[in-house]
């Protein structure tokens, strides 16, 4: 059966389980949109630019483990994705975006609305395809939606002159076959070997874990070791924070993981990549080895060099690993004081208390800033997939997006904790959370400046302020003029406190209408 | 670790971009890439790259992961230099008056280069295929004379024996 380029791409979305689309028209994207019209199995959803689309499929994919689709048109609608393709890169998040471009034989001549979209993006894909012919279009879909999802997943982009999109071609869908991933003895037998012979071992769980659905076989692994377990900031929720064994995520502050990297003599390092935020500054003893797990060979040896590997997929090597090394009856480490050093700070105060009203299990999407460690650092998740942050890339205005994808992708009510330096940078993104009447409930941690910026200009530029100072609109005025009439300012945590444990905010987060909060908090608040 | 020059043969999906993708792997982690050269194989499903790249062991297996994870690399393999043929191709213009010429032929003849062109200007086009120290040996002979252009290519290289880098090994 023959069938127009368009046509086939949606079929081949449907058939890939595609439910949900993020996207914005333009002029090379028109005959995709046009036939998205006849297909009512796919919700599409507009946002105000096409960084909000790219956010918000970035958010369906890490609430739902989905691949998340977005849309977009050539020349600027690409450009403005590349920021969420990187994010999506940097955090393995599986991501098919899809963008059209100046017609086949128009292409090179720097027309309209032209740019070199695989040029740009290939290096921040997994994989990207330029389109060319209409025959191979169903292939490539497929192709891309497995690469996405296979291995450790990303994003692939899919570019596509607008002529094929009308062009026809014989419809065949093709599948490829899931790689079978299997893990090598030997370095099950040295990985086991090396726990066994450690005294101190200590357990660091990443993103890989909450990807390969691993979360139990780390507590098990945990409770076999007597070990105590610290996150990156990507791993946060791979283990329930009410573990008695749990030592938080790796951050400045925590003084607590700091010292257990200091006294450890073995890291078990689960699907985590030693980013630079991760292990900068961070102590740790010269007699500290390391066992690495990871399902992608290029991340071992790359950052720190390892004493052990085991190669696969963490759901198959973890329970492996768990079922050889023999089992411990004391633990080494003392984690009771875990918030000794906490400040009880303003900004502590507020995270505790929206997690009292809110509970572990809630998702919370961030933006980049103080407020993201403030919420890594002291907002306690049981559940994987319930922090939703930009961890690699640090892309402020990441958050707006993410939690209206996340809403869209679950149903649930979706906590955005936000700074206003993030917040003013995507705030149009209100028009898509009103348009849609999304249950988004909004934290703005508002101290009118660039917190994170300040503190490092106070400490390693001798506080020479330069630019770090933003200009906060009236945020209840905002979100009233966007139609959200449940918008409030609370000047301290008590206030938030008697807000939103009232009785008619319990009504409200009970409906799906969006709220808005600023919290007023000083300047002058650390968190490095 | 020592850093040391390394071959490194790539067998790679004949897409469009490859060459792109796989230079700017090297460019954008900073590998050190001595050359590089990029043919067409028995199958024309697939194209070889061969790059002599220099580095410690640690970096030249960071180099093989990266590149073993790339969607359009088949297949990668390190060859020592004991284990494989490798050859660059050299084409070198120099000044060469008539009365010149017969020393110059008669390097060419101990190093078996060609004599390729022979112009009235004054000039001579000599090729070479060889090694990388015996291109850069014939180089230095004959850089007195002047040397007024060359064209090196990137290294090719097999390995000796039975080993292919093919996927199907009954081929």
């Not at chain 1, 003895?185 to 101190?200: G, V």
């Not at chain 1, 009236?474 to 918008?487: H, M, N, P, Q, T």
């Not at chain 2, 469009?16 to 590089?36: E, H, K, Q």
Request: hydrophobic share 40%; with cysteine; proline share 3%.
């Amino acid at each position: 059966m023959k069938l127009k380029g368009s046509e086939i791409l949606i079929r081949e979305l449907v058939r890939h389980g595609t439910d949900t689309v993020f996207g914005y028209p333009g002029n090379s994207i028109l005959s995709l949109y046009d036939a998205l019209l006849d297909h009512g199995e796919i919700r599409h959803f507009l946002p105000a630019d096409e960084r909000g689309a790219v956010f918000m499929a970035e958010g369906y994919a890490r609430a739902t483990g989905k691949a998340g689709v977005c849309i977009a048109t050539s020349g600027p609608g690409a450009t403005n994705i590349v920021t969420g393709i990187a994010d999506a890169f940097s955090d393995s998040i599986p991501l098919v975006a899809i963008t059209g471009n100046a017609p086949l034989d128009m292409l090179g001549h720097d027309g309209f609305q032209e740019v070199d979209t695989t040029g740009i993006t290939m290096p921040i894909t997994k994989y990207n395809y330029i389109v060319k012919d209409v025959s191979v279009l169903s292939e490539t879909v497929s192709e891309a939606f497995h690469i996405a999802l296979s291995g450790r997943r990303g994003p692939v982009l899919i570019d596509v002159p607008s002529n094929v999109f009308d062009e026809y071609a014989e419809y065949e869908t093709k599948d490829f076959a899931e790689n079978k991933l299997s893990f090598d003895p030997a370095e099950l037998k040295a990985a086991i070997e090396t726990i066994n012979s450690s005294k101190r071992p200590l357990i660091y769980a990443g993103g890989g874990v909450i990807a390969a659905k691993a979360s139990e076989y780390v507590a098990e692994l945990s409770e076999k070791l007597c070990a105590p377990v610290g996150v990156s900031l990507k791993g946060i929720g791979s283990i329930d924070a009410d573990d008695k064994r749990y030592i938080g995520p790796g951050t400045h502050a925590n003084e607590v993981a700091k010292r257990a990297l200091r006294e450890a003599d073995l890291l078990i390092s689960i699907g985590a990549r030693f980013s630079s935020k991760a292990t900068e500054k961070s102590p740790y003893s010269k007699n500290l080895r390391l066992l690495h797990l990871d399902i992608d060979a290029s991340e071992i040896d790359k950052i720190h060099f390892a004493d052990a590997r085991l190669l696969g997929d963490v759901a198959i090597t973890l329970p492996a690993l768990t079922k050889g090394v023999d089992k411990r009856n004391n633990d080494w480490f003392n984690n009771s004081d875990r918030f000794e050093n906490a400040t009880y700070s303003m900004p502590f105060q507020y995270i505790k208390c929206l997690n009292r009203r809110f509970g572990n299990k809630q998702l919370v999407t961030t933006d980049v800033g103080q407020h993201q460690l403030w919420v890594a650092n002291y907002y306690d998740f049981s559940a994987p997939d319930r922090f939703l942050s930009s961890c690699g890339l640090g892309a402020m205005g990441f958050g707006i997006g993410a939690a209206a994808g996340a809403a869209i992708a679950t149903g649930e009510r979706v906590l955005y904790v936000t700074g206003d330096g993030s917040f003013n940078m995507c705030f149009n993104e209100l028009a898509t959370i009103v348009k849609y009447n999304l249950p988004v409930t909004i934290i703005i941690m508002n101290n009118s400046s660039l917190g994170m910026i300040r503190e490092v200009q106070k400490r390693y530029y001798r506080g020479r302020y330069t630019d770090s100072d933003v200009f906060s609109p009236d945020y209840v005025a905002l979100a009233r003029s966007f139609g959200i009439d449940d918008a409030f300012v609370v000047k301290n945590p008590k206030e938030l406190e008697r807000l939103i444990f009232s009785e008619d905010f319990g009504k409200t987060i009970n409906s799906t209408r969006p709220v808005l909060i600023d919290c007023r908090t000083d300047k002058n608040q650390k968190i490095l | 670790m020592n850093s040391n020059t390394h071959t490194l043969s790539i067998l790679v999906e004949n897409r469009p971009g490859v060459l792109t993708r796989i230079s700017g792997l090297f460019a954008r982690r900073g590998y050190n890439i001595d050359s590089l050269s990029v043919c067409a194989t028995e199958d024309e499903k697939y194209s070889r790259m061969t790059v002599t790249v220099s580095g410690n062991d640690r970096i030249i297996r960071q180099i093989e992961a990266q590149l073993s994870k790339q969607t359009d690399v088949v297949k990668v393999a390190d060859f020592t230099s004991t284990g494989c043929v490798f050859r660059e191709l050299l084409l070198i213009k120099i000044r060469c008056s008539a009365s010149q010429r017969s020393e110059i032929v008669d390097i060419c003849t101990i190093f078996k280069a060609k004599t390729l062109d022979i112009s009235p200007d004054d000039t001579m086009i000599v090729e070479l295929t060889g090694e990388t120290g015996k291109i850069d040996a014939l180089i230095e002979i004959l850089r007195p004379y002047g040397v007024l252009e060359m064209a090196r290519s990137g290294g090719s290289a097999l390995e000796r024996g039975r080993n292919t880098l093919k996927t199907d090994e009954n081929d």
